[in-house]
Every structure is written in structure tokens, then in C-alpha cells.
């Protein structure tokens, strides 16, 4: 069955892959790209596939252009929007890990209540958040992201048990480390701040962990993964993929339980 689905955050990667595969299946798709410039881009690949999809320029933390989600009726919201950002948590700069909060948690949960109050209204629908396997683990100098993925996951569990007396769905997708260009992205801004002399935090040990990014998985996969989940009508309240992924973090937590200090 055909569905309305409004996603933010699809100018580019997962998001914007899962936008034209989804259209591709039928479903009517409101793609919302953080700038104007994504838009015309998302637009273009649209009609070279001979797709109908509507894209608009929504930057989450502007509260006049959250505004426009009440414009339109949809059956399901993917809260995808998002920015990441590294460093060593004791360190950062508080400017930047501000900045994560401001548009991963307040303004990504100020577009989920715009969902919720339609949703509610009707007595259906369902709140997808776009999570990641950092709000289940905790990777070293991956702190900022993971610290706001980690308030995601504790924000979709309650609204879950809130929203479900309503007919609305809540639910999260977590990838695993796919090559959309997002972490290599985040990774260089550290190095804006960072400096040798003055920071404590070996720069060897962060450049370990950046090396760890030249080993992704296919994005392909998990935007398949996403096109099939997305529109579901019954599924698990968290999906993490690949396979792989899921189980590394289901082991990464029973060593949560049993870690010494």
C-alpha cells in the first residue's frame, strides 16, 4: 500500500538514497533538504529517474521553516536530519557540542512534536528516528555524536510508550558504518581546534580511530534496508543493520553490564 512519507535531512546520503528508492516504489515522498543548493541537486536526480517527488529547503533549527511540516499530511515522518561532528569529550570545545545537541536532539525532537500532534489528531502514523550504532555503543573520540544519538534512543523509547495509546508508531533505524561521506566529514572537524601543543589527547590515538573509516560498508544496503522499513506497518521498535552491526552491539552491551572500572 502506497504511503505519504515526509523525511528531513535528504540532501544527501542514507536519507537521500532511501528518498528516491522509496519514490521508486510508489510511495509519495516530501524530501526536506537543509539547503537550497541540495535541493536543486535532489530535484535534478529526481527527474532524471523520472521520479515525482516534492523537495523543500527545511533547516530544522529555523522555527519558520519547521513551521511548513504542519502544511502537509503524511503517514509516516523519518527524523533524519542530523550533524556529526568528533573529538575527545574531554576536550571539545563547548561551542561544537552545543552545535550536535542544538540539531540532533532539540530540533530533531521540536519536528518529531510537530509529527506527534498531526498524528494524534488522526489517530495514526508512524515516527521513524533516524538513530546509529552510536546510541547503543560508545567509540573514543566519537563522543559528541554519540552522546546525542544516546538522547534519540532514550527520547523514541518514551515517546513510544506515550504516543501508543494515540494509533502512532515510534521507532528507530541504526545504521552501522556505511561510506555516504558523513563520518570522514565529521572526522576532519576536530583538526579546526586541535592543537598539539595545547591539548592533552595523544593526536596518534585519534588518527587510529580515523583510519577506521576507510573500511565501510556499503551504503547501498542499508538504503535498501531503509526503503523496506520505512513503510512498514509492523516491525521490530529498532532496527540496526547490517547483521553484523547487531551483533557486535548486543555484545558490546553485555560487556557494558559485567565492565569493571
Not at 550536535?100 to 508512524?126: C, D, H, M, P, Y
Not at 565529521?186 to 580511530?209: H, L
Amino acid at each position: 500500500m502506497s504511503k505519504t512519507i515526509f523525511i528531513t535531512g535528504a540532501g544527501s546520503g542514507l536519507a537521500r538514497g532511501a528518498s528516491l528508492g522509496l519514490a521508486k516504489k510508489g510511495h509519495k515522498i516530501i524530501a526536506t533538504t537543509e539547503l537550497t543548493s541540495q535541493k536543486t541537486d535532489l530535484l535534478r536526480e529526481a527527474r532524471e529517474q523520472e521520479l515525482d517527488i516534492e523537495v523543500f529547503k527545511l533547516d530544522i533549527t529555523n522555527e519558520r521553516d519547521r513551521e511548513q511540516i504542519r502544511k502537509y499530511d503524511f503517514d509516516v515522518f523519518v527524523a533524519n536530519a542530523a550533524i556529526n561532528e568528533g573529538g575527545p569529550l574531554s576536550e571539545v570545545p563547548m561551542d561544537r557540542f552545543r552545535a550536535l545537541f542544538e540539531v540532533n536532539v532539540f530540533a530533531t525532537l521540536e519536528t518529531a512534536q510537530i509529527a506527534a500532534q498531526e498524528f494524534v489528531k488522526k489517530r495514526s502514523g508512524k515516527i521513524v528516528f533516524m538513530s546509529s550504532m552510536a546510541g547503543i555503543s560508545a567509540t573514543p573520540f566519537v563522543g559528541p555524536y554519540t552522546a546525542t544519538k544516546h538522547a534519540l534512543e532514550g527520547i523514541a523509547q518514551t515517546m513510544q510508550g506515550e504516543l501508543k495509546e494515540f494509533g502512532v508508531q515510534v521507532a528507530t533505524i541504526n545504521p552501522g558504518a556505511y561510506d555516504t561521506g558523513f563520518n570522514k566529514r565529521s572526522a576532519e572537524e576536530k583538526w579546526k581546534w586541535y592543537d598539539e601543543e595545547k591539548n592533552f589527547t595523544p593526536k596518534v590515538e585519534m588518527e587510529k580511530q580515523d583510519a577506521a573509516l576507510n573500511d565501510l560498508f556499503d551504503p547501498k544496503d542499508m538504503i535498501d534496508k531503509m526503503i523496506e522499513i520505512i513503510p512498514a506497518d509492523h516491525h521490530k521498535f529498532r532496527t540496526v543493520h547490517p547483521k553484523e552491526t547487531e551483533e557486535q552491539l548486543k555484545k558490546t552491551q553485555q560487556e557494558r553490564w559485567d565492565m569493571e572500572i
